[in-house]
């Protein structure tokens, strides 16, 4: 007998584990032509991260398909690495600066980059040792960064190239400006949120001395009044350049052409005509403001109008906005609106929602800003990506992303790359002051090129002149030979390196045996949320730069929440630690409940409660594995065929459920469906294994008499066998458990190198399952009459069991001793003629009618007293729980898996209440 502990400690045993799994080298890959790889790579964590359940769930699922490729035999390399987080990163630095009383100014670029640098090697590794606590098996020696010098260098790569091809433009745009982080943003990391805030009605006055035709009389009292418009933002009004209104309004039609008063300013600004205005929008006359609104700069383009920036980078009031210069422009908001009033031109004010752009980093309000900035021309880019999406080459799951992402791509808009920030890639762009002292004010035309010389192989054009791109810093200007050159001080979108992750982890821009082998990968796992900030963008530069799509399966998973349905977040205090969780419970049963509770693709609902879950089956997992290897004397189990002799039927049973099982589990994990692979192995596991089989086998395992040895031997063999598969199974869900229970299996290496169990389909036994699911009917209703009745599990019973057809006996005779052993049962009497007990309780399964007799067993009054109170009891909870069901607000406003829990609750309350009121009736 071996001797194993008696109980399971995550504690003493994951490190331990982990550590030898490293040490071992068996998360390591290299190219192997003779096997098939299976790459995934990890989606960066910020490097100022640390671990948070989301990363907990995405990790998980990246860590069970990599454990389960590589069981099943493919090369499964796993890349991991972290994200340098250029906004992020630079102020966490900046915050800690303070602290010491210095800042970024003072130190100078320089010194600033030394000391981000100083701050990643002190504290950039923290979430990849916590993602070695979640068990994650990465090819740590792969690890990469994204400011690494290799990365760096396909960063720089993939700059040029585009610029050389008329994709990469300067331009000066409305742009999502971030005046707390004072920097441009892209649409997708500005997210709108759904805000209240107020339409502000003002009276722009007519320019007297104007003449005007015969008017109307509702048009006269407009001119009298003046043009009303309605704005969300008061404060840019001051750079306010004309008033437009829609060409076909009858109301203003008179009026276009001729000139209004800009209050608080006394500029003279044109009434214009402009399809784009809303004729239902407040009054049907809007301000023009296209230094300070996407929509206005492109009315301003259309009608020749010179905008007027009103504003600061840090969000004050620059000298064009006057006596307002200085001020912060919600307090300039606040003082505008004063004077409007005290002037008689504020109207009114209504409430308004509206949808308002917020920075993804600090949250600040972002501000539509007219900026030169970089851009990617994205459409040219676009049109392959969606092509590999439409012809199946790119598949998500699950599907409903396909549409969101195809809608995106097909109104895609050109990306904004530049960021004035200081940590992160440099733009590799030179001007030569010599050829354009203005170098920051120039605009690159996107037009098609002509006329151009070469820097380094590139490709200027006229227009551009004194503007080079390159890797290195060019000794000297192609055009006029000078050697004062100078590098923009803008930094390109973090994301911008993050778009080449597939193929420069595995070398890009060099023609590497790692990309060549590894290259596409095969599976993205990701968040819907970065679904545009990086999945698609992937999709376009694996087809740009390799010509092949970077992964072909895309699955998306969903938000980690709290069970009211809230996003979990530090400022609303209820953010579960996963370290926390490994501490208390370990980190199986944290990765098993994440998954056990995830629908495919939908969001998770978590309490802390919900890692019990995870807890009690390792724990589960540790014992059933205890007792057979300490009740078996064999050190290896072998394949099973039907040509074995001497199975019993407990025995063919449960080698039919083991290939269903492996059949299903491998179905399910091929079609992304983890929570349901995981479900079917837990059930066969606990269910089928532990509370059947384990029970049919432990009186033969007991017996020591010589007769039965043969019996036992076949039964250790089983048992063995059964075990081993399920561990293999259960392995890419719970590494740990698995791991340590096949290590106290004799002669055995590490699970991880151990074969995905196939399928033998000889062994699928549908008389054994049918036998079986018959047996196990008979005996759950006999230990329901003694729960109903409160008869005390040390009561042996009297059973009767009538079968309704002919070749009824024979179906139970095989079983008959489990049923007696495991319904307690000290008589069994299974004939067609006997007959129904004075004193009895019946139950009834189809062909069959089962009689327990009660004589002498309970009190009938004392019994009968007992159930109405239960009874009672339960429709006091029912009624609660309806009451619930039945309330229009609760089944609006809570999460549709707290809903379905309390429909379920109600079905589960019925049904106690109905069994027990057919027991009543049977006293």
């Not at 600066?97 to 002190?122: A, D, H, M, N, S």
């Amino acid at each position: 007998m071996k001797d194993i502990p008696s109980r399971y400690n995550p504690k003493e045993t994951e490190e331990v584990l982990y550590s030898q799994w490293e040490k071992k080298g068996l998360f390591r890959s290299k190219p192997d032509p003779s096997r098939k790889p299976f790459t995934i790579v990890i989606p960066p964590p910020n490097v100022t991260g640390i671990l948070h359940m989301g990363h907990a769930l995405n990790n998980s699922i990246q860590d069970i398909l990599i454990r389960w490729r590589r069981m099943q035999g493919a090369n499964a390399l796993w890349v991991p690495g972290t994200d340098h987080a250029g906004i992020a990163t630079q102020n966490v630095v900046e915050r800690k600066l303070r602290g010491e009383g210095r800042t970024r100014q003072e130190l100078g670029r320089e010194e600033f980059i030394k000391e981000v640098w100083k701050w990643r090697e002190e504290h950039g590794n923290t979430i990849i040792n916590q993602l070695k606590r979640l068990g994650v098996s990465c090819d740590w020696q792969r690890t990469r960064f994204t400011m690494d010098e290799g990365l760096s260098d396909a960063v720089m790569e993939a700059f040029e190239r585009l610029y050389d091809k008329g994709l990469i433009y300067r331009g000066n745009y409305i742009i999502n400006w971030c005046p707390r982080c004072q920097t441009a943003l892209s649409d997708e990391e500005a997210p709108h949120i759904d805000t209240e805030g107020k339409l502000y009605y003002i009276r722009y006055p007519f320019k007297k001395a104007q003449g005007f035709p015969q008017l109307r009389s509702g048009q006269a009292r407009l001119k009298a009044q003046g043009v009303v418009v309605a704005t969300t933002r008061p404060e840019t009004m001051l750079g306010d350049v004309a008033v437009a209104v829609n060409p076909k309004d009858r109301r203003y039609k008179k009026f276009i052409g001729k000139k209004l008063i800009l209050p608080l300013v006394g500029r003279e600004i044109d009434i214009i005509a402009d399809d784009f205005v809303d004729k239902k929008f407040g009054t049907g006359a809007v301000k023009v403001t296209p230094a300070h609104d996407p929509n206005d700069f492109e009315i301003s383009k259309r009608h020749s109008l010179e905008p007027v920036k009103v504003m600061a980078p840090d969000g004050k009031m620059n000298k064009n906005a006057g006596r307002f210069a200085g001020m912060d422009r919600f307090l300039a908001r606040e003082a505008i609106l004063r004077e409007l009033k005290e002037t008689g031109l504020l109207v009114k004010t209504e409430k308004h929602q509206h949808a308002v752009g917020h920075c993804y980093r600090c949250h600040t309000l972002i501000e539509p800003y007219l900026s030169f900035q970089w851009f990617v021309k994205m459409r040219p880019l676009a049109g392959p990506a969606i092509e590999a999406v439409k012809t199946g080459k790119v598949k998500f799951y699950p599907k409903r992303w396909t549409k969101v992402y195809l809608n995106w791509m097909e109104n895609i808009r050109d990306w904004c790359i530049s960021r004035q920030i200081w940590w992160g890639h440099r733009l590799p762009v030179y001007y030569c002051k010599n050829c354009t002292k203005q170098a920051n004010e120039l605009t690159v035309d996107s037009s098609p090129r002509t006329k151009t010389s070469l820097v380094r192989g590139r490709q200027l054009t006229e227009k551009n002149k004194g503007v080079m791109v390159s890797k290195v810093k060019p000794e000297r200007c192609p055009e006029c030979g000078a050697t004062d050159i100078y590098q923009d001080e803008d930094v390109l979108d973090t994301w911008f390196s993050s778009w080449l992750w597939p193929f420069s982890t595995l070398g890009w821009p060099e023609k590497t045996r790692d990309l060549e082998y590894f290259y596409p990968t095969s599976t993205l796992v990701t968040a819907p949320e970065i679904l545009f900030f990086w999945v698609a963008r992937m999709i376009i530069s694996g087809l740009e730069f390799m010509k092949e799509v970077p992964f072909k399966d895309v699955y998306l998973h969903g938000t980690v929440r709290d069970l009211t349905g809230k996003k979990m977040s530090k400022s609303l205090g209820n953010v579960i630690d996963p370290i926390d969780i490994i501490n208390e419970f370990g980190s199986d049963a944290l990765r098993y409940s994440m998954i056990a509770i995830t629908a495919t693709g939908q969001d998770v609902f978590l309490s802390r409660e919900k890692f019990e879950i995870g807890r009690n089956f390792a724990n589960k997992i540790w014992n059933a594995s205890r007792f057979v290897l300490m009740n078996t004397n064999l050190s290896k189990a072998k394949p099973w065929t039907q040509s074995v002799q001497g199975l019993a039927l407990a025995d063919r049973w449960i080698l039919s459920r083991l290939t269903r099982t492996v059949e299903s589990v491998t179905k399910a994990l091929d079609n992304y469906r983890f929570n349901e692979a995981e479900s079917i192995a837990y059930d066969f596991f606990w269910h089928d294994f532990c509370d059947w089989y384990l029970e049919m086998a432990k009186p033969i395992l007991a017996d020591s008499v010589e007769r039965i040895a043969d019996r036992r031997k076949i039964t250790e063999l089983v048992l063995l066998y059964v075990l081993e598969n399920s561990l293999k199974l259960l392995h890419p869900f719970m590494p740990f458990v698995t791991e340590a229970v096949w290590q106290n299996i004799e002669e055995r290496g590490s699970i991880m190198t151990e074969k995905w169990p196939k399928p033998d389909r000889s062994l699928i036994n549908k008389e054994a399952e049918k036998n079986i699911e018959l047996i196990q009917s008979v005996i759950i209703s006999i230990r329901n009459i003694r729960s109903d009745m409160n008869i005390p599990h040390t009561a042996m019973l009297t059973v009767y069991i009538v079968p309704l057809k002919k070749d009824g006996c024979g179906k139970l005779e095989e079983g008959s001793e489990h049923i007696k052993r495991l319904a307690r049962a000290e008589k069994l009497i299974i004939e067609k003629t006997s007959k129904k007990p004075a004193q009895c309780a019946t139950a009834v399964l189809e062909g069959f009618n089962i009689f327990v007799s009660l004589e002498g067993v309970i009190d009938f009054k004392a019994e009968k007293a007992r159930l109405r109170k239960k009874m009672e009891d339960i429709d006091i909870k029912l009624k609660f729980v309806n009451k619930r069901l039945k309330d229009d607000n609760f089944i609006k406003k809570a999460p549709e898996k707290i809903v379905s829990m309390e429909k379920e609750k109600a079905a589960r309350l019925k049904e106690q209440k109905d069994r027990l009121k057919k027991t009543l009736e049977s006293l």
